[in-house]
């Protein structure tokens, strides 16, 4: 009786690290924050590519936690917002960051402001 329970466990635990295994190995590997450099100008903005990106899209996967560290190089104060974040306002030369953890798949617009009012361009980052 003793040796079937002791077998039975030890099936039951390798079962379980097996199950572990294949998850982990699915998902965006937590912990790690991926930096995005983001740049505005007086007419663009440019984000940086990474490992992600696809043909000139950013895309990232569902899970990731993502750093836009964002650089305004135009001549007039600018917010950056994506999704429902926001910087507050960067003098020229300045820079802020938002740090967002990309839970839902989709695609998310992002744009400048210049005193509340949205400015163009805009742009989309596609959550996969």
Not at 78 to 84: A, E, G, L, P, Q
């Amino acid at each position: 009786m003793r040796t079937l329970a002791l077998i039975r466990c030890a099936g039951l635990a390798a079962a379980l690290a097996l199950v572990g295994a294949t998850a982990a190995g699915a998902t965006t590997r937590p912990g790690i924050v991926y930096k995005i450099k983001v740049t505005l100008t007086d007419s663009k903005i440019v984000i940086g590519h990474d490992r992600f990106s696809h043909t000139g899209l950013s895309r990232y996967p569902r899970g990731a936690a993502i750093r836009f560290e964002v650089v305004n190089e135009g001549k007039r104060p600018y917010d950056f917002k994506i999704w429902t974040r926001k910087t507050g306002p960067m003098k020229p030369g300045g820079r802020d960051s938002l740090l967002i953890n990309w839970n839902y798949r989709g695609v998310f617009e992002y744009w400048k402001e210049h005193g509340g009012k949205r400015l163009g361009p805009k742009g989309v980052v596609q959550i996969f």
